[in-house]
Each structure stands twice: as C-alpha cells, then as structure tokens.
C-alpha cells in the first residue's frame, strides 16, 4: 500500500513539513507519482519507524541522519561497528529517560498521596507557599 503524505504524517504522528524535510535531506525514501508528488510504501514505513524511534530517544537529527546513510552503505565490518556505537549510545540515552521518567512517576505518585491525605483531612494543607508549615513542594 502507498500512502500519501498526509496519510505518512498521520500515521506516524507528525506534520507533512516533517515529512517533507526528511525527504528533502535524504533520510527518508519515497517514490514519485506521476505529477511529482511523494508517496510512502512499506520500505519507507520501515525506515520512518526507525528515524521515529530514534528520535523518540533523543537522538538528534544529525546522528539519525549518519545512522541512516550508514545503513545505505555497502556490508562491511567497520560499517556494522559504526551503527552498532549509534544504537548503543542510543540505547543508553533510552534506558536513562527511562530512569527519569519512573522517577517522576514515583514523585508524582507520591504528590497525589499527599493531596488524597489532604482532601480526606488526615493531614493540613501544608502545599500553600504562602502556609507557614512548611511545603512538600518547595527546597527546604
């Protein structure tokens, strides 16, 4: 199935301008229809989920786009190595936004804790910066 542009932003949940950048610096295959207009098939669908991907980890551009020509390199060993320290470096930037996310997780779990001690009157309302008691919510 070929996808238009509006379609390929669509499903990837991004803007046809995004779409086009991509196309224009080379990161992203397309085919041309007959009045030049970009349609997306399954090989650009694969090579969008991984630009997605790594953008998602914080990769940025410059280095997708180096992992992208990498890829459209001949085989060799030292070609392989070059995408594997991307992917690696990458996979470490992941694992600590991760971190970082299930850490905010915990402190907002804990925040809501204290508004439901709060609301349920089992401890006063100490969240007031101007309260004399003094805030959860602030550096002590």
Do not use: V
Request: hydrophobic share 30%; aromatic share 8%; with cysteine.
């Amino acid at each position: 199935m070929n996808y238009t542009i509006r379609q390929f932003a669509e499903k990837f949940h991004t803007t046809e301008h995004t779409i086009r950048y991509y196309t224009d610096i080379g990161l992203l295959p397309c085919l041309r229809d007959s009045g030049n207009h970009r349609l997306f098939d399954e090989e650009s669908e694969n090579w969008m989920q991984t630009i997605a991907c790594l953008k998602q980890c914080g990769t940025p551009l410059k280095d997708i786009k180096e992992y992208c020509d990498l890829c459209r390199l001949e085989e060799s060993e030292e070609n392989l190595r070059a995408r594997f320290r991307i992917i690696l470096r990458q996979k470490a930037q992941a694992h600590k936004k991760a971190q970082q996310a299930i850490a905010a997780a915990k402190f907002m779990d804990r925040k809501a804790k204290h508004y439901e001690d709060i609301l349920a009157g089992r401890i006063p309302d100490d969240t007031n910066p101007g309260s004399r008691a003094l805030s959860p919510c602030l550096p002590s």
